[in-house]
């Protein structure tokens, strides 16, 4: 064999192994795959996910076509279709420095959400998520412990998603206060405190149909197309988000005062949902124009609901009578 021959196979032989390592370089993370593989690849789709610090823990999991909170209240859809296109699409930004990682959250005693996603029975992916300011995306996470620290987001989306790690099960729950058909009603009651003369009754029988009273009294003389479509409001109406945060102190206070409005609707299955509304504080000291404080009596927690959601139940009296 002539060198020329001995050198082309030599070269091709070199060729060819340069080409490999470049396929396999390109196939692995800048950071390394351990360190850096954040997003999640199901087979099929993710069925559960679960998030704890320190004592606190909260389990996400689909049963059947429904997903639950804690094996108990169903979860609001939008907020799990956001969570698993954070799990499957979410990349690294940024790596972070180990000084960066000591002063942001070694320092200030940032816990550390550890999350673990499963399909079916199995974890596909388990990491850690440190919340912080310090960051546009909310978030510095670590594969473990001991791995190098980076900043995570989700192309396409540049807002916090730090922030959607959460273990306090209510907000994952749907924000609605009512959601009812008219044939699920017998009857609402409105109260209004501040303007008493304002306040009414509808109910529902099935010998008269709708009777409209001032809580005492049968009136006549109503609009039947007015209270038709009244009773279409309570179709869907939903809150801003949950208030956690009130103190017991102003819970107190909160309670021991009349609500500005209370809204009383029987089911004709027996159920009863009262909602009380309350003025909110705003920030200057005077009461909020955009926004409520309501509670229902079936759990003990505030939230905050819009005015433009809750207006078309808060109806006057009159609003029944054509002009």
Known sequence: MNRIVVRNILLFTVLILILVLVSFLRGRSPFGNKNSSFASEPKEQITKIEFSSRKEKLVLQKEGEEW?????????????????????????????????FREEISVKEIPAVRVKV???????????????????????????????????????????????????????????????????????????????????????????GYILSDLRTRLSGWDSSRIRRYLSYLTFIQFEKWEPDISDEERH????GKPAYKIQVQRTNGD????????????????????????????????????????????????????
Do not use: C, H
């Open 272 to 323: 009863n949902i009262v909602l009380s509304l309350w003025q909110r504080p705003g920030e200057s000291g005077t009461a909020d124009s955009d926004r409520m404080l309501g509670k229902t009596e079936t759990r003990d927690d505030f939230f905050i609901i819009k005015y433009f959601d809750i207006d078309p139940l808060l109806k006057k009296r009159s609003y029944f009578f054509s002009e």
């Open 118 to 208: 499963f399909e079916r029975n199995r974890i596909i992916k388990t990491f850690l998520v440190y919340k912080t300011r310090s960051n546009v995306y909310g978030n510095i996470m670590k594969m473990n412990e001991l791995a190098k620290p980076f900043i995570v987001y989700v192309p396409g989306f540049d807002g916090d998603i730090g922030s959607g790690f959460i273990l306090n099960e209510l907000v994952w729950q749907p924000n609605t206060v009512f959601n009812l058909l008219p044939s699920e009603i017998s009857s609402v009651t409105l109260e209004n405190f501040a303007d008493t003369s304002s306040s009414f009754s509808i109910t529902q029988t099935e010998e008269q």
């Open 253 to 256: 206070k909160i309670e021991s």
């Open 68 to 100: 639950l909170v804690n094996s108990t209240y169903p979860a609001r859809k939008s907020s799990i279709l956001f969570m698993i296109r954070i799990l499957t699409e979410m990349k690294i930004k940024s790596p972070v420095s180990p000084e960066l």
